[in-house]
């Protein structure tokens, strides 16, 4: 890889690459995303690898490693071009198969690919129905590059943005363009994007910083990490785009400690586009110095807000501070600084690349573009989708989710993570944007969309979300602070059957202060899980207060656990989880559950093969 | 720079720039309630007691007033009902985080809050974690002996791993501060015990009275430059 | 004890300013396996940066710990996807088979447990890691399978 001194060098490189790189080449591309790599990704490339070598393909077939390839429920996933064929489950036995009917032949192995309900096969991507739905900007590279190669990001057309900037457009055209095109923050805040930057740049300065938010915290989103480990040179164009626009020369990407291989794969980007004059000075002979480092976060939610990432890069405890002034004005060490989240950040270079119009003619009347949602919890499809900022959650969860897994009942749909609500099935047909989902009690967060069905208890989700806050909270404010603390206590006493009516008033008029009165979003917005399922589920609440009941047999204090002798074939598996020891009975004759000894664990229902063990409520 | 107008309960009030609305009310003789807020200590608006609604009708929110700055035009309610509600949670939960400090129940009582709904902790608890102590000591003191531990579950004022703080100068400063009276120190034939540490306290040369601890006045010589005796005569001796 | 060789490599890789505080930690928590009271004494002179600001920092953070974490980490997913999926199960059953409170290490500083807030592989839920090594769509009934090779792994 040259340094590149001049754009046209860049270009002329490009050029060279593109013809020597045969479009009808056969590749594999398997998928290395968040999704497929606990799955076993690694060994399937690896069998791959050798399958290849041992058949003397090695030089005929190009093999990648490439990012998320979005349909993670069926991992593990590989991708053969030119056909866009598309195959799912792949374990490494089933490698040799696949090189030999599919490549070598031609022929499809039906068994792995995709089947609609009416059984049809869907070999290609652009047969099944989860891809069909989406409009791929920002994931448009995750299953066509490797993203460990500059050469890959360049032949898909990437830096193609950087050249069209120098020397041809002024920082207040870029910031313009970007203005224009509707961007918002697609972290959660939804603030216009162009805005903030024209913002920082009209703060008098020389020295201003730029950061690119990884701190991606929402339990249930992976977006992010998709993002900065499938096409991390996106990333690192739009920061050079938006420090040229601000005047910057430095910028960071905080990325959560909890995603080492996002920081290695940022890593690597940043050592390559150094070494090809990407990054540094004067880039590409335009005068403009810019470099990125990376800053990696230690396990704190809280960071992801804006002023308390800030503090942590600064060497201090991640507290959230008052504002104004806002960073755009006093930031980072004092100075003007844009923070901007990754999608937003790798959204930027096409938005140069096509222009503000093509941009702005996806989405909404106030919600621009498209947006990368973890679709994810109870549906058949769960994974990655980027949609056009409209389209309704109904599409979302019955056409690219493919309706709820197991044939269960739609219950709720909860988006905006712990600072988000559920959205029950009125408003399935609700078109999702950033007002649409407000105006009813959520919000859009960074993109996590988590469906639940029947089996869900909604007290039980705000219980489990106050805890996550309650243990996430800084704890400077005394909102916050005090508040998640209490009603943790109290969710915790309702899912006991220990709630009394009073409870739900209370709960109320406290979320009331924490709404208005919190230092940060994470207090303001800690509410919304409670008030939320308060005015969707008030009836479950009440059976749990009045009744004593969990009518979705999720709070265990409120079950009943038995043993249904006609089913229970005495295999003992309960027995040995049992910590209480609360099951007696022969080997072979059904078991006895002592309801005096149950602690209502649920260990013996998890382990029951039977289906033998009931449980109402 | 020239004075700016804005409203505070319905009154045109002109103010300098720059300054905080809390001041600003102050000045103009509207008193708004604190907790964390102190003349000589940076502010930090954290313990939420001293919000006030602003912005025009229909499109109006809570800031703390301790840092909020002034200005042009800005209308702002010090006693709404949205403000006034969220003071009287903001103490109905401190009531129940530290159920032994009278500063709280004073304040809780004047605003018509008797009791608290909430589960009370220890029913000795005092501190309101309004962090005047680790300010004083880090702003004004400036050796940091003492500082916010853990977060929300744990959240507590503690020295370096809770043990002896080797910065401590034993100044009190912290006691003096804490407008709960959670920190103490005691004096006992001329040593002063705080945060567990026990100081040698300096006499006055001249008259005999206890000055302070040895320790502080180092940390005076150390800052000034003089020599530590110079330290040594108290203020009414010189 | 101070391992003054394994902690002066780490501080020359950064310039000894405060700035440098949380990457200087990290490198120690990796190292060491937690954050030695002795090392983080010296880490506040060589910084400039008062103790009381790296302890406040080192309790704040859930990374790092002051007591020894286990040889071999083990991390259970509470992300929602993974909660909704039995996910608090999951780490029960961890926890009881290997005698272990969650956010604490074993008696013999083999293994230590703790949750997290989310892994990033919702799709897979529910999720648990040992060290490097992912474990998707957990159920309790694997957990003493894959425990297995880690237990004998210490025993050789």
Redesign the interface.
């Known amino acids: 890889m040259p340094k590149f001194e001049t754009i046209s060098q860049l270009e002329e490189y490009r050029r060279r690459l593109l013809a020597q790189r045969d479009a009808q080449a056969p590749q594999v591309l398997v998928c290395g995303g ?2 497929c ?3 076993g990704s690694e060994e399937v490339a690896a069998a791959f690898q050798q399958e290849l070598k041992q058949r003397g393909l090695a030089a005929k077939v190009i093999l990648k490693e490439s990012g998320c390839q979005g349909l ?2 069926r ?1 593990v996933k590989v991708m053969l071009r030119p056909r866009e064929i598309t195959y799912q489950q792949v374990t490494p036995e089933d490698v040799p198969e696949i090189v030999e009917e599919t490549l070598v032949k031609g022929k499809i192995l039906e068994r792995l690919c995709y089947q609609a309900d009416d059984g049809a096969v869907k070999a290609k991507k652009s047969e099944i129905p989860f891809y069909q739905g989406q409009h791929p900007l920002v994931l448009g590279k995750m299953d066509l590059i490797d993203p460990t190669s500059l050469d890959d990001y360049l032949a898909a057309g990437g830096y193609r943005a950087i050249p069209h900037i120098f020397g041809k457009m002024s920082p207040e055209a870029v910031i313009d363009v970007v203005e224009r095109s509707g961007l918002r923050g697609r972290g959660g805040g939804g603030f216009p994007t162009g805005r903030k930057w024209r913002l920082c740049r009209q703060v008098p300065g020389d020295v201003k910083y730029l950061i690119c938010n990884g701190d ?7 977006m992010d ?1 998709a993002v900065m480990e499938g096409d991390p040179h996106a990333v690192l164009e739009g920061m050079i785009i938006g420090g040229y626009a601000i005047g910057a020369n430095q910028g960071f990407i905080y990325v959560r ?4 291989l996002a920081v290695k794969r940022l890593s690597l980007a940043i050592d390559q586009a150094r070494a090809s004059g990407l990054l540094g000075a004067d880039l590409l002979g335009s005068g403009f110095n810019f470099d990125v480092k990376i ?2 976060g ?4 809280v960071c992801g807000e804006e002023t308390a990432l800030i503090a ?7 507290e959230p ?2 504002r ?1 002034p806002f960073p755009a004005q006093h930031g980072l060490w004092g100075k003007p600084t844009v923070i901007n989240n990754v999608e937003s950040w790798a959204n930027v270079p096409e938005i140069i690349n096509q222009g503000p119009e093509w941009y702005a003619a996806i989405g909404t009347d106030k919600s621009k573009g498209t947006k990368v949602f ?1 679709l ?3 549906v058949n499809n ?2 990655l989708v980027e949609v056009p900022m409209g389209t309704t959650l109904r599409q979302m969860v019955y056409e690219l989710g493919g309706g709820i897994r197991g044939g269960g009942d739609f219950k709720a749909v ?1 988006t905006g ?1 712990p600072s988000g609500g559920c959205i029950p099935k009125q408003y399935l047909d609700l078109p999702v944007d950033y007002d649409s989902l407000q105006s009813v009690g959520s919000i859009m967060g960074s993109g ?1 969309m ?1 469906v ?1 069905d029947e ?2 208890c909604m007290v039980d ?1 705000a219980r ?2 106050m805890s ?1 806050l ?17 009603l943790l ?1 109290i969710l915790t006493a309702i899912t006991k059957g220990e709630g009394q009516e ?1 409870h739900l008033a ?1 709960m109320e ?2 979320c ?2 924490m709404k ?4 940060c979003g994470l207090g303001q917005s800690a509410a919304n899980p409670v008030l939320s399922t308060l005015k969707y589920f008030r009836e479950e609440y009440e059976a749990h207060i009045l009744q004593k009941k969990c009518p979705a047999l999720v709070c265990r204090p409120l079950l009943k656990y038995t043993i249904d002798p006609e089913t229970c074939t005495g295999c003992l ?1 309960c027995v040995r ?1 049992c ?1 209480a020891d609360a099951i007696r009975g022969e080997a072979g004759e059904p078991q006895e559950l002592d309801q005096a000894l149950c602690v209502k ?3 013996c229902h ?2 029951c093969k039977f289906d033998a063990v009931k449980v109402e409520s | 720079m020239s004075e700016l107008n804005l409203t505070i309960d319905g009154q045109v009030v002109k103010s300098q720039p720059g300054l905080s609305l809390l001041l600003a009310a102050r000045a103009n003789g509207i008193d708004i309630p604190t907790l964390c807020f102190h003349d000589d200590l940076k502010p930090e608006g954290h313990c939420r007691l001293c919000v006030v609604e602003i912005g025009p009708p229909g499109r109006t929110r809570l800031v703390n007033s301790c840092t909020y700055p002034v200005e042009e035009g800005l209308v702002v309610q010090t006693q709404s009902e949205k403000a006034l509600a969220s003071r009287r949670m903001v103490l109905e939960l401190l009531l129940a985080q530290a159920p032994a400090a009278e500063l709280i129940q004073k304040l809780a009582a004047e605003m018509g809050v008797y009791e608290t709904r909430f589960k009370k902790a220890d029913p000795q608890a005092r501190c309101i974690l309004c962090a005047q102590c680790v300010r004083t000591c880090r702003e004004v003191v400036g050796v940091s002996a003492i500082s916010m531990a853990y977060r929300t579950p744990k959240k507590m004022v503690a020295t370096p791993f809770k043990e002896d703080s080797e910065a401590c100068i034993g100044c009190g400063s912290c006691v003096f501060i804490c407008p709960t009276n959670v920190i103490m120190y005691t004096e006992k034939d001329g040593i002063r015990t705080v945060w567990g540490r026990h100081f040698e306290l300096q006499a006055c040369q001249k008259c005999g009275t206890y000055i302070a601890p040895k320790a502080q006045l180092e940390h005076w010589a150390k800052i000034t430059g003089d020599p530590v005796e110079s330290f040594f005569t108290c203020r009414d001796c010189r | 004890m101070i391992n003054q060789e394994k902690l002066d490599t780490i501080l020359t890789r950064y310039e000894a300013s405060s700035a440098n505080l949380i990457p200087v930690l990290q490198d120690i928590q990796d190292e060491f396996n937690y954050l030695p009271k002795d090392e983080l004494k010296l880490v506040a002179g060589k910084l400039q940066v008062p103790l009381t600001q790296v302890y406040s920092v080192a309790t704040f953070f859930k990374m790092f710990s002051l007591e020894p974490k286990g040889r071999h980490q083990i991390r259970v997913c509470l992300g929602t996807a993974c909660h909704l999926r039995g996910g608090q199960r999951l780490v029960e059953t961890v926890s009881r088979r290997l005698g272990v409170e969650t956010g604490h290490a074993t008696q013999d500083l083999q293994f230590s447990l703790e949750t997290v807030g989310c892994l990033g592989s919702c799709a897979q839920a529910p999720l648990m890691m040992i060290d490097d090594k992912y474990f998707g769509r957990m159920a309790v009934d694997k957990v003493p399978k894959i425990l297995k090779p880690y237990k004998n792994q210490d025993q050789d």
């Open positions: 968040p999704g790599l606990p799955m993670c429920a991992a991606e915290g929402d339990p249930g989103a992976f990490r400690h909890e995603y080492p800053s990696k230690a396990g704190a939610f942590s890069m600064e060497g201090n405890i991640g501070r008052n104004p973890s994810v919890g109870a769960t994974g909860q993570g996590g988590i639940m089996h869900s989700v489990y979300f996550f309650n243990d996430e909270s800084c704890g400077k404010c005394t909102p916050c602070r005090e508040g998640t603390k209490h206590e009073e209370l008029e406290l009331v202060t208005d009165a919190s230092l598996a989880e910590p664990c649920g260990m998890a382990m």
